[in-house]
């Protein structure tokens, strides 16, 4: 089995950054692309960054894109995101998600692990 967990979420002001981490555990070796993913009350979940095995390969949600960075330290068993330039509506709860394909993907019906999500909150 697999455990996620997320950490770095908190309240910031618009404009500020944040950076959230996921360490993974566990059978760690099953894992190869990892994503993050974003949930705001009463809205669906949806993708906002993924990475490959080896993090050569990156994807962003246009939302996103420009703004926050997802990289990665396997050594570490460690995926980031950095979250530049936020606004208020990047307020939501962030998933972390790993697959054992290597491809990067952005449907959450194509991961297999999740962890239990870190809150965001942009807030003057």
């Known amino acids: 089995q697999v455990q996620l967990v997320e950490s770095g979420g908190g309240l910031v002001q618009p404009g500020g950054s944040l950076r959230l981490s996921c360490v993974a555990s566990g059978s760690t070796f099953s894992i190869n692309a990892m994503g993050w993913f974003r949930q705001a009350p009463g809205k669906e979940r949806e993708f906002a960054a993924a990475i490959g095995w080896n993090g050569g390969r990156t994807y962003y949600a246009d939302s996103v894109k420009g703004r926050f960075t997802i990289s990665r330290d396997n050594a570490k068993n460690t995926v980031y995101l950095q979250m530049n330039s936020l606004k208020p509506e990047d307020t939501a709860v962030y998933y972390c998600?790993?697959?054992?394909?290597?491809?990067?993907?952005?449907?959450?019906?194509?991961?297999?692990?999740w962890g239990q999500g870190t809150q965001v909150t942009v807030s003057s």
């Open positions: 998600a790993g697959r054992h394909d290597f491809r990067v993907a952005a449907d959450v019906y194509q991961y297999d692990y």
